[in-house]
């Protein structure tokens, strides 16, 4: 081939190698796609806390205020949501609130029970007896009692009017109001914003759950349920404005 020809067809085998190099070099072009998309991100669960439970105590954003999911990290797995073995000589559908052990049991058929855990407050431990759920309130406003405003004026005095329902209100996410015939008990069974303090003896308030299953008891338990309070213990002496003995706001603690 002569030097003319061979300088002829540099030009057309130009394209050609080109088009070969691009070729080689898809495989890393698409390689470097792929690595550069997001990668799913991972959320840290709680050591020994199944998908069952948080699933149970993940974020509803479908309520009013879209409540998230619960801190489960420092809690006892026996004071989550469960169904189990209680045999008792109350109704099915009737709550049984035991304060010595910080549990609520749900009756169901066949001696079963739907068990949640609750934290017991110092008008939780101040009363027992039968009641009747005469009204079920969804995501209450929060009065504090004219005792605790003058035990603690600072944090509880400008909440003299009430509060506002909401993720910070110490009722919560639902209660539920105790009567006695035409008598409002003060007993209160309702949610918390202190997750931490399901299981444990607290210085305030009656019967709190977590918010995730004040929810779920308020969607099982219509008005006129009847609710058993056990409490072995001394019974305290309350403040007369806590015990029921002084007309108090529907929505206090």
């Given at each position: ?21 691009a ?130 004026p ?39 914003s202190?997750p ?6 607290v210085?305030?308030?009656c ?29 305290l ?17």
């Amino acid at each position: 081939m002569s030097p003319a020809t061979t300088a002829a067809s540099a030009p057309s085998l130009l394209p050609r190698l080109l088009r070969r190099l691009a070729v080689m070099l898809m495989p890393l072009s698409l390689a470097a796609c792929v690595s550069a998309q997001p990668q799913p991100f991972e959320v840290a669960t709680p050591p020994g806390i199944s998908a069952h439970y948080l699933a149970m105590y993940g974020e509803q954003p479908e309520e009013t205020f879209p409540l998230p999911a619960t801190d489960l990290s420092e809690v006892d797995e026996r004071f989550l949501r469960q169904e189990v073995s209680y045999p008792t000589r109350e109704a099915p559908g009737t709550i049984v609130v035991d304060t010595d052990n910080r549990f609520l049991y749900l009756v169901r058929e066949g001696g079963r029970a739907i068990r949640y855990g609750i934290g017991v407050g110092k008008q939780g431990m101040s009363w027992r007896g039968r009641a009747t759920v005469a009204r079920k309130a969804e995501w209450p406003r929060w009065t504090p009692t004219a005792a605790m405003i003058a035990r603690d004026p600072e944090k509880n005095g400008p909440w003299a009017g009430g509060m506002a329902a909401g993720l910070d209100n110490p009722l919560g996410a639902r209660a539920l109001y105790l009567y006695q015939g035409n008598r409002d008990t003060l007993y209160r069974i309702h949610g918390t914003s202190e997750p931490w303090s399901i299981g444990k003896s607290v210085s305030s308030g009656c019967i709190r759950m977590f918010n995730q299953d004040i929810i779920d008891l308020h969607s099982r338990v219509p008005t006129g349920t009847t609710v058993v309070v056990l409490n072995r213990r001394t019974l305290l002496t309350p403040d007369p404005a806590e015990d029921g003995s002084i007309p108090l706001p529907d929505d206090s603690i």
